[in-house]
């Protein structure tokens, strides 16, 4: 069976037997229809695959970030998710992209929407919250840091300069 295309090309070169000059025109018509289909689906494919790699980076940070602050690993998602270990494994390491459903499987796991997993966001604020998580966790598990927060909070710049001078002798004594 021949492909459509070709029954158009056949039925056309037909009628153009009968008049040379519209067979230089259907060919040069269809040399430009060749070349402009050639050249989108050449400049499409490059721009999904760069599209692709830079969704997954995009993912790859943002599953890495959601998994620091929750203060989960690769084996928690595995585990409590009931997913695949390779998975998991090549969503963070970017080899691969999660389905719509794992995407969201995963949103609710970490209480967020797919879009905090798919988007690019301003990673300053990402770092930032990084570690403000981690002085969260100190604050949350330690109960000498609280007592020591506590103290601070109504303290000027100048006492709290003057706590961290002692605190930084008394560890050198150590």
Known sequence: MSPPWF???????????????????????FFTLLVYNRLKSIKVGVCMKDNGDINKKIFVKNLNYYMTINNKKQA????????????????????????????????????ILKSDLT???DTSKLTDDIELQEYLEELKNRSEMRMLFS????????????????????KEDD
């Open 151 to 170: 103290l601070a909070k109504g303290a000027t710049k100048e006492d709290v300069e003057k706590a961290v001078k002692i605190i930084e002798a008394l």
């Open 119 to 121: 988007e690019e966001h």
């Open 7 to 29: 029954d158009i090309i056949l039925s056309r070169l037909k009628r153009i037997v009968k008049h040379k000059v519209e067979f230089f025109i259907f060919f040069l018509d």
């Open 76 to 111: 928690d998602l595995v585990t409590e998710l009931g997913l695949k270990t390779s998975t998991v494994s090549d969503w963070v390491n970017g080899k691969k992209y999660p389905r719509v459903d794992k995407m969201q499987l995963l949103a609710d796991y970490f209480g």
